[in-house]
């Protein structure tokens, strides 16, 4: 591994090979709940995928026995009453700095021009629910639990889920109702609201199936599956015409790579995927 991941220490960068990066919560002595120092190393991480030639699709998970109980509750400031010597007004704008910055951690999984493929096993409360909307690909473990607990601590979520959630997931009454319940819901429920797109009997099972897509995903054009998932994103937050424009600029400069001959004439020879240069 290149040496800016070292001062990562609550998360796990591995190279797997062919391009596949595998990111882990590591924190798994206390179910991978996150306080600011993991929530913030999650933003560092992503932000120095994006820029990493040699990763080209990345599997996030979490070590241990859960993905992620959610939020740690003694390990963020602004709910431990951290300067109760400020007024209101400035109470408010120190709450309103910390969320934004909490908000951004996870718009850089997002952001990440790398495709993400989340796997998901036990735990998956509050913040799992925020990381998991920010992702690609979302599968889970059958044993998996998940919820959207903030109602349950007294406050709309605010990092993500209720922002994204209704674009992943068309259902409106179902999500009003996770949401508003804090109820938690399974694996197959997930699976049949359009959360997840696939459950695994086993974590090892999941592991080695979301390895192999990850790895397919590698093999392909990196311009061609980061145009992909870019144009998607810019897709599911504007309208189809501009969308439509937008892909067009998009592929006004990004169809003049060797990527498409070399891809096309594998495709028609119906050989493999040729090796592509980094990008």
């Known amino acids: 591994m290149q040496k800016q991941y070292d001062s990562l220490k609550l998360v796990k960068v591995e190279n797997v090979g062919d391009f596949v990066y595998k990111v882990s919560l590591n924190r798994p002595n206390k179910f991978n709940a996150l306080n600011m120092e993991i929530w913030k190393e999650i933003g560092d991480c992503f932000q120095l995928i994006d820029e990493d030639p040699d990763c080209r699709v990345v599997i996030l998970q979490g070590e241990g026995k859960h993905f992620c109980s959610g939020l740690d509750l003694g390990g963020v400031s602004f709910l431990n009453g951290d300067n109760d010597t400020d007024d209101s007004a400035r109470k408010g704008r120190n709450i309103l700095r910390t969320i934004k910055f909490m908000q951004k951690q996870f718009t850089y999984i997002d952001e990440c021009s790398k495709p993400v493929i989340l796997a998901m096993h036990g735990y998956c409360l509050g913040a799992a629910i925020d990381i998991a909307t920010a992702c690609d690909v979302r599968v889970a473990t059958k044993d998996a639990v998940l919820s959207v607990k903030e109602v349950d601590i ?126």
């Open 154 to 279: 007294g406050m709309a979520a605010d990092v993500g889920t209720l922002n994204r959630l209704p674009k992943v997931v068309g259902n409106h009454s179902w999500i009003k109702d996770v949401c508003m319940t804090a109820r938690h819901f399974s694996a197959g429920e997930a699976l049949q609201f359009g959360l997840l797109s696939r459950v695994f009997d086993t974590r090892e099972e999941m592991i080695n199936d979301v390895t192999k897509m990850a790895k397919l995903i590698a093999s392909k054009s990196p311009v061609g599956v980061q145009g992909t998932k870019n144009v998607l994103n810019y897709a599911r937050d504007h309208s189809i015409e501009n969308s439509l424009n937008y892909v067009a600029t998009w592929n006004m400069s990004q169809l003049f790579t060797d990527d498409l001959i070399k891809a096309s004439m594998a495709s028609f020879s119906k050989k493999p995927q040729p090796p592509f240069s980094k990008l």
